[in-house]
Structures are given as structure tokens and as C-alpha cells.
T-cell receptor, first 113, second 109 residues
Framework: DAGVTQSPTHLIKTRGQQVTLRCSPI?????VSWYQQVLGQGPQFIFQ???????GRGNFPDRFSARQFPNYSSELNVNALLLGDSALYLC????????????FGSGTRLTVV | QKEVEQDPGPLSVPEGAIVSLNCTYS??????FMWYRQYSRKGPELLMY????GNKEDGRFTAQVDKSSKYISLFIRDSQPSDSATYLC?????????FGKGTRLHILP
């Protein structure tokens, strides 16, 4: 059974550009969360979606947005990229909203130059 | 004050040694505590979780929570080079996971 799949694996963008990151959850998982992990830090919560509705939002500016599709896959969009947005973006899925039962993907490494 | 504090290390120990990894947390209302392992260029992988206080053992790994001192520990017995990774302690609030910074662990052959 495939795990959480994220694409692309790596990408490089220029300041001011926009980026879209994609996540396919494990089959049967209806909850998807996004986390940002800056080098040397633990992951920080950005968004949670469950049954296509936003259920939680972390302390990130409005430049960050996300959505979940009917097949439970998800996209994270970041507009007007800043150098500080360079990070590993992680997607995690679970069957339902959970206290601990999340499976993480390998992430998308975003570099903003 | 950060909600979960963790010494980033790095921590280097010889193969076969017992490893002790520790975290503190700030909010006594936290109930679930997790340890994740993250290899380079990979996402975090859930190792163990505990609910409230006490110990939980799984093979070479033991997780311990002391709610009176707000202290979380992970012990690794008979450490192996394959245990070399970053270990993240975590708790949850409102269905989101709150992570510590992670401790980089190196097991020396």
C-alpha cells in the first residue's frame, strides 16, 4: 500500500513567485495536514483539512492557502514567496482527525532564491 | 516559552549504549505525547505514543512521561548505527501536533 505521496520532491523558486505543492494521502485517509519544517527546527502546523473542510490553521500569513479535493488529495499554495519560506513542506494524513495517528510523507524541499 | 522544549544536540554515543532523549513541555493540559524519528531527507515516522503519565515499551524503545515535572523521555537500549536520526518529541493540541526542535543522534560503530 502506497504511503503519503508528495510532489514535487524539490523545487527552486524566485522571491515573489507563487508555488503549489501537492499531496496524495494514504487510501482511506480523509484528514490531511500540512507542516513547515525549517532547517534545524521541528515541523510547524500550517493547515488541517478533514472531509474537504478546513479544520485548523496555524500561525501563518494569508499568503499560505490550501484546499482538499473530493478524492481527499490536497494542495498547498504559497504566494509572494519570501526567502524565509525556504523549508521542507510535509503533508500528513490520517483516517480521521486524530491525537497522534498521522503518517507523514517525505516532503517537498522548497528553496526560494 | 515554547510549548515543547528539546535539546537539539547533536548527541553521539557508541554502538550498544543506552540512549536517553528528553523533552519538557509547558502546558499541564497536554495528554498525548509522541516520539517521532526522522531520517535525513525523509518525513517524521511515529515511533511511540503515550497517553497521560507512565511508561510504554516497544522492543528496544521505552517512552516515559512524568506529568508532575512535565518531562518526556525516550530510552533506546542496545543502540545501533541504524538508530542514527533526528528524534522529535511531540504533543497535540486541538488535533494538531506540536513538535520540539528535534535531537540529532549519532550512533558510532
Amino acid at each position: 500500500d502506497a504511503g503519503v505521496t508528495q510532489s514535487p520532491t524539490h523545487l527552486i523558486k524566485t522571491r515573489g513567485q507563487q508555488v503549489t505543492l501537492r499531496c496524495s494521502p494514504i487510501s482511506g485517509h480523509k484528514s490531511v495536514s500540512w507542516y513547515q519544517q525549517v532547517l534545524g527546527q521541528g515541523p510547524q502546523f500550517i493547515f488541517q483539512y478533514y472531509e474537504k473542510e478546513e479544520r485548523g490553521r496555524g500561525n501563518f500569513p494569508d499568503r499560505f492557502s490550501a484546499r482538499q479535493f473530493p478524492n481527499y488529495s490536497s494542495e498547498l499554495n504559497v504566494n509572494a514567496l519570501l526567502l524565509g519560506d525556504s523549508a521542507l513542506y510535509l503533508c500528513a494524513s490520517s483516517v480521521r482527525m486524530s491525537n497522534y495517528g498521522y503518517t507523514f510523507g517525505s516532503g517537498t524541499r522548497l528553496t526560494v532564491v | 516559552q515554547k510549548e515543547v522544549e528539546q535539546d537539539p544536540g547533536p548527541l553521539s554515543v557508541p554502538e550498544g549504549a543506552i540512549v536517553s532523549l528528553n523533552c519538557t513541555y509547558s502546558n499541564s493540559a497536554f495528554q498525548y505525547f509522541m516520539w517521532y524519528r526522522q531520517y535525513s531527507r525523509k518525513g517524521p515516522e511515529l515511533l511511540m505514543y503515550t497517553y497521560s503519565s507512565g511508561n510504554k515499551e516497544d522492543g528496544r524503545f521505552t517512552a516515559q512521561v512524568d506529568k508532575s515535572s512535565k518531562y518526556i523521555s525516550l530510552f533506546i537500549r542496545d543502540s545501533q548505527p541504524s538508530d542514527s536520526a533526528t528524534y522529535l518529541c511531540a504533543t497535540n493540541r486541538d488535533d494538531k501536533i506540536i513538535f520540539g526542535k528535534g535531537t540529532r543522534l549519532h550512533i558510532l560503530p
